[in-house]
């Protein structure tokens, strides 16, 4: 198996929650203190870790840094981070709390040219081209506004600026563990085969995740199916997976 393995912590009010297709009015909270989560997941094997900052998604601003630093400062992993991401001041921040890459959607669709000088000052390394996207558009500020952006054009225009890293979440399939958008997925890399896809939403098995490897998809972002039980460790590690996971997990 060659796909990434990236479980998610979803930060609102300093707590780790799952939301339903974004809805903030459908959480489920599963740890009031995402640093001691972290902690699990670290402990468990994983290396790389997507945090997403809920609050700051809603008011167009980052929120939670100080989470942000505390796992940063406790444990080893790596970090992309998202969520509320608007400025200058914003994206300086993340990366001051250790952020190794930042996610970046909105600001994409409303501010091309900050987010191109973004990829620019950073390197598309450190940058993830956030592409959440409900009916084929793009959708912004945490999923409560529909942009009139197509997502393949969309994808295209940031590709040729040098854009690598992409996190692209199916809203309609996010948090009910219904099954990943497969199809959108192998359309994507059919336009862009080179493109570090990294899959996000409706992931409810460890037969999904399988499913997502044999299509090809580089990476899966997975929360909810992980704190609902429903992804099997051993399973997934009987076959040789992504460095971004340690086999130490199974002890």
Same mark, same amino acid.
């Given at each position: 198996?060659?796909?990434?393995?990236?479980?998610?912590?979803?930060?609102?009010?300093?707590?780790?929650?799952?939301?339903?297709?974004?809805?903030?009015?459908?959480?489920?909270?599963?740890?009031?203190?995402?640093?001691?989560?972290?902690?699990?997941?670290?402990?468990?094997?994983?290396?790389?870790?997507?945090?997403?900052? =809920?609050?700051?998604?809603?008011?167009?601003?980052?929120?939670?840094?100080?989470?942000?630093?505390?796992?940063?400062?406790?444990?080893?992993?790596?970090?992309?981070?998202?969520?509320?991401?608007?400025?200058?001041?914003?994206?300086?921040?993340?990366?001051?709390?250790?952020?190794?890459?930042?996610?970046?959607?909105?600001?994409?669709?409303?501010? &091309?040219?900050?987010?191109?000088?973004?990829?620019?000052?950073?390197?598309?390394?450190?940058?993830?081209?956030?592409?959440?996207?409900?009916?084929?558009?793009?959708?912004?500020?945490?999923?409560?506004?529909?942009?009139?952006?197509?997502?393949?054009?969309?994808?295209?225009?940031?590709?040729?600026?040098?854009?690598?890293?992409?996190?692209?979440?199916?809203?309609?399939?996010?948090?009910?563990?219904?099954?990943?958008?497969?199809?959108?997925?192998?359309?994507?890399?059919?336009?862009? &085969?080179?493109?570090? =896809?990294?899959?996000?939403?409706?992931?409810?098995?460890?037969?999904?995740?399988?499913?997502?490897?044999?299509?090809?998809?580089?990476?899966?972002?997975?929360?909810?199916?992980?704190?609902?039980?429903?992804?099997? =460790?051993?399973?997934?590690?009987?076959?040789?997976?992504?460095?971004?996971?340690?086999?130490?997990?199974?002890?």
């Amino acid at each position: 198996m060659k796909i990434q393995l990236i479980p998610a912590i979803d930060i609102l009010d300093g707590k780790c929650v799952r939301l339903t297709k974004g809805d903030y009015d459908q959480k489920k909270v599963y740890d009031d203190n995402p640093v001691d989560q972290a902690r699990r997941f670290e402990d468990m094997g994983f290396t790389r870790l997507h945090v997403v900052d =809920l609050d700051g998604a809603k008011s167009k601003h980052i929120v939670n840094e100080q989470v942000l630093c505390d796992i940063t400062s406790h444990t080893h992993l790596e970090v992309d981070f998202g969520g509320g991401i608007k400025s200058d001041a914003d994206i300086q921040k993340a990366f001051e709390a250790g952020a190794s890459m930042v996610t970046v959607g909105s600001v994409a669709v409303s501010n &091309p040219d900050l987010f191109v000088s973004w990829l620019e000052k950073y390197g598309s390394d450190h940058l993830i081209l956030g592409a959440d996207t409900s009916h084929g558009k793009i959708s912004v500020n945490g999923w409560l506004e529909n942009s009139e952006e197509e997502l393949i054009p969309f994808l295209g225009r940031y590709v040729n600026e040098g854009v690598t890293n992409v996190l692209c979440t199916e809203i309609s399939r996010d948090g009910t563990l219904s099954g990943p958008a497969i199809d959108l997925y192998v359309d994507i890399l059919k336009h862009f &085969p080179h493109m570090n =896809l990294i899959a996000s939403g409706g992931v409810g098995s460890t037969d999904d995740i399988v499913k997502l490897d044999e299509a090809g998809v580089p990476a899966v972002v997975f929360g909810k199916a992980w704190y609902e039980g429903k992804i099997n =460790l051993e399973e997934l590690l009987r076959e040789p997976i992504s460095s971004t996971f340690a086999k130490r997990a199974i002890r």
